[in-house]
């Protein structure tokens, strides 16, 4: 059972466009989201991240959108640059204590690709 | 601030063998995960440590351990190695709910 899921394998947009990537979850007691950034050979890299109790959060060129109504969050990249290319991880936790530690469920990734 | 180490980056392995990575966190972190990644299961947890104590398993088999250390620094340990097991494995040391990943252990088993 997928509890994170990211629909779309891969995107491409022209570079100075906006990339919209998506990602779909079932369960419930999620209540803290992040997304990821991972070129070929490295680990993924922290983006940026929101919770629960927000609908949307912007940092620089990114901002994540949080629907929690529909279990979906979507990630938007404006402007797009060519050195966006990478795959991009949506990623959910849940609190379930204090000391209950940090228990990331992945989605499967979306390889986006930015033409210049 | 020096970020997630991790050694060996690459290794290759005959079926049978056992295999032991290293990882040391983020100065500061207690916490440490490990994620498998392939191609067909995406990323998937294997296990959390918190002051030298596992917090957290993921489901996989008991051929997959670990153990974390005083200072934080953690191994994890493959025995019996099987070509399924063939991947990149992810350190990631964890604050306020972020995880750090280090760069990775890419496991070959032949």
């Known amino acids: 059972d997928q509890q994170v899921k990211q629909n779309s394998p891969s995107l491409s947009v022209q570079e100075g466009r906006i990339s919209i990537l998506n990602c779909d979850y079932t369960n419930s007691m999620f209540d803290y989201f992040l997304w990821y950034k991972k070129y070929p050979a490295e680990g993924p890299t922290f983006l940026i991240s929101i919770s629960s109790i927000k609908d949307k959060n912007e940092d620089g060129r990114f901002t994540v959108f949080l629907n929690k109504s529909a279990k979906h969050l979507s990630l938007h990249i404006v402007p797009s640059q060519p050195g966006d290319s990478a795959v991009y991880f949506c990623a959910a936790s849940a609190f379930v204590g204090n000391n209950a530690g940090n228990m990331l469920t992945f989605g499967g990734g979306t390889r986006l690709m930015v033409k210049p | 601030k020096a970020g997630v180490t991790q050694t060996p980056r690459y290794l290759i392995k005959t079926r049978g063998q056992q295999v032991t990575l290293s990882c040391s966190p983020i100065s500061g972190h207690r916490s440490v995960s490990w994620y498998q990644q392939t191609p067909g299961q995406g990323l998937q947890f294997l296990f959390e440590y918190f002051s030298e104590t596992q917090r957290n398993k993921g489901n996989f088999p008991g051929r997959f351990s670990g153990r974390q250390f005083s200072n934080s620094r953690s191994e994890m340990n493959v025995s019996t190695l099987e070509l399924g097991d063939s991947a990149l494995y992810l350190c990631?040391?964890?604050?306020?709910?972020?995880?750090?990943f280090g760069e990775g252990s890419r496991l070959t088993v032949l």
């Open positions: 990631a040391s964890s604050r306020q709910g972020i995880l750090f």
